[in-house]
């Protein structure tokens, strides 16, 4: 049996057997005796035979005469190193063959020792030609059907953690609302400002549970690779000042200035409207939302090259570094409780950025002590 390794760090040569070897020379010492066998019957054969002795002598005399030598007139000097190249090449040719076939059989030996699960090996050998070609292509099929079987994992676990996140966010409501009509069901409350008061909670509980489900069916929407984008021409400056402007009362009442700074002031692109605005809605919410004790929000507006990029920035409480990277995960919520009066649904990002990649572009997030910044890159013509 072959000896295997989990882990291979560096290729090696394959190492023959004690029985292959066996196999080796058992295979040379009979090429050899039947080439020896072979040599005495065509010498018998070419010694009764009048005319192929004719043919010989005639070919002997064409080569002497065309070289000048009298080399090819002697049996020795001619016949016997013609036999003895012949059954070289032969038994080279033998040899080199069962070898093949020997490194072949540890190559299926290792094939068979991945199929039974152990995908963190690899066939190690150090091997030249067509084999090295195969196991090279081996070793990359294993690499790919790891690879998938690793994003298999991650896609189901994706799949239990945004079921278990869903019903969280929704049983957390739905247990109010039906503990408050429950109450009213009853008749437990004193007073019209009781049955109000009720009410009015179970509602905004329901409004919860449907900003949830429409974030959760836009996100899945924007999610397929199919979706439509209705891509038209439009002035991203002008865009995002009207956006500023829609949002300037609720900055007033959170003490807050928005500023658009654009670079040139007209940038024309490509792109679907209706879905830039809801990225920059959710950027310009979380700004007043998660900036309070700021005063200040910068929209930054500049075409570089053949692409424009967005900054929104804030000058609130920074986003430690560690939830940097988390922030546009689905349902990541930098707080640690996942209390929906701060933390909304934890789609809004994850959201905002499969409708950039949808538009070709990418997101990303910065803070320090000073701002905090969710910069865009967009093409200004869409492929």
């Given at each position: 049996?072959?000896?295997?390794?989990?882990?291979i760090?560096?290729q090696?040569?394959?190492?023959l057997?004690?029985?292959?070897i066996?196999?080796l020379?058992?295979e040379?010492?009979?090429?050899?005796?039947?080439l020896?066998?072979?040599?005495?019957?065509i010498?018998?054969?070419l010694s009764?035979?009048q005319?192929?002795?004719?043919?010989?002598?005639?070919?002997k005399?064409?080569?002497?005469?065309?070289?000048?030598?009298?080399l090819?007139?002697s049996?020795?000097?001619?016949?016997?190193?013609?036999?003895?190249i012949?059954?070289v090449?032969v038994?080279?040719?033998?040899?080199?063959?069962?070898?093949?076939?020997?490194?072949?059989?540890?190559?299926?030996?290792?094939l068979h020792?991945?199929?039974?699960?152990?995908?963190?090996?690899?066939?190690?050998f150090?091997?030249s030609?067509?084999?090295?070609r195969?196991?090279?292509?081996?070793?990359?099929?294993?690499?790919?059907?790891?690879?998938?079987?690793?994003?298999?994992?991650?896609?189901?676990?994706?799949?239990d953690e945004l079921i278990?996140n869903?019903s969280?966010?929704?049983?957390?409501?739905l247990?109010?609302?039906?503990?408050?009509?429950?109450?009213?069901?009853?008749?437990?409350?004193?007073?019209?400002e009781d049955l109000?008061k009720?009410?009015?909670?179970?509602y905004?509980?329901?409004?919860?549970?449907?900003?949830?489900?429409?974030?959760?069916?836009?996100?899945?929407?924007?999610?397929q690779?199919?979706?439509?984008?209705?891509t038209?021409?439009?002035d991203?400056t002008?865009?995002?000042?009207?956006?500023?402007?829609?949002?300037?009362l609720?900055?007033t009442?959170?003490?807050m200035?928005?500023?658009?700074?654009?670079n040139?002031a007209?940038?024309?692109?490509?792109?679907?409207t209706?879905?830039?605005?809801?990225?920059?809605?959710?950027?310009?919410?979380?700004?007043?939302k998660y900036?309070?004790?700021?005063?200040?929000?910068?929209?930054?507006?500049?075409?570089?090259?053949?692409?424009?990029?967005?900054a929104?920035?804030?000058?609130?409480?920074?986003?430690?570094?560690?939830?940097?990277?988390q922030l546009?995960?689905?349902?990541y919520?930098?707080?640690?409780s996942?209390?929906q009066?701060?933390?909304g649904?934890?789609?809004g990002?994850a959201?905002?950025?499969s409708i950039?990649?949808?538009?070709?572009?990418?997101?990303?997030?910065?803070?320090?002590?000073h701002?905090?910044?969710?910069?865009?890159?967009l093409?200004l013509?869409r492929?």
């Amino acid at each position: 049996m072959l000896v295997r390794q989990k882990k291979i760090e560096k290729q090696k040569r394959i190492t023959l057997t004690s029985k292959e070897i066996s196999e080796l020379l058992a295979e040379g010492i009979v090429t050899i005796i039947l080439l020896l066998l072979l040599n005495v019957s065509i010498t018998v054969l070419l010694s009764g035979s009048q005319t192929l002795q004719g043919i010989i002598w005639a070919t002997k005399g064409a080569f002497a005469k065309e070289l000048n030598t009298d080399l090819f007139w002697s049996l020795s000097k001619f016949v016997i190193p013609i036999f003895f190249i012949v059954d070289v090449g032969v038994l080279y040719w033998r040899l080199i063959r069962r070898y093949r076939q020997m490194q072949l059989r540890h190559i299926i030996s290792e094939l068979h020792y991945i199929a039974n699960g152990n995908y963190d090996h690899r066939i190690p050998f150090e091997l030249s030609g067509d084999l090295a070609r195969v196991v090279t292509s081996i070793n990359g099929l294993v690499d790919s059907t790891v690879a998938a079987i690793e994003d298999e994992r991650k896609i189901e676990k994706s799949k239990d953690e945004l079921i278990t996140n869903v019903s969280h966010d929704i049983r957390t409501p739905l247990t109010s609302i039906i503990g408050y009509l429950g109450l009213i069901e009853d008749r437990q409350f004193h007073n019209q400002e009781d049955l109000l008061k009720y009410t009015h909670t179970a509602y905004v509980k329901a409004k919860q549970m449907k900003l949830l489900v429409d974030d959760l069916f836009e996100y899945t929407k924007v999610r397929q690779p199919a979706v439509p984008v209705n891509t038209i021409s439009f002035d991203m400056t002008q865009l995002i000042e009207q956006l500023a402007a829609d949002f300037e009362l609720e900055a007033t009442k959170n003490d807050m200035t928005i500023q658009v700074n654009a670079n040139p002031a007209s940038i024309k692109m490509d792109g679907d409207t209706e879905k830039l605005v809801r990225v920059f809605n959710n950027l310009l919410s979380n700004a007043l939302k998660y900036g309070k004790g700021g005063k200040n929000i910068v929209i930054d507006v500049e075409k570089v090259g053949t692409e424009v990029v967005i900054a929104v920035r804030n000058d609130g409480p920074s986003i430690p570094k560690k939830s940097l990277d988390q922030l546009f995960d689905r349902f990541y919520r930098v707080e640690e409780s996942r209390s929906q009066e701060t933390g909304g649904t934890g789609l809004g990002l994850a959201i905002a950025q499969s409708i950039i990649a949808l538009h070709g572009g990418y997101i990303y997030a910065t803070s320090d002590n000073h701002w905090t910044s969710f910069i865009i890159h967009l093409p200004l013509k869409r492929n």
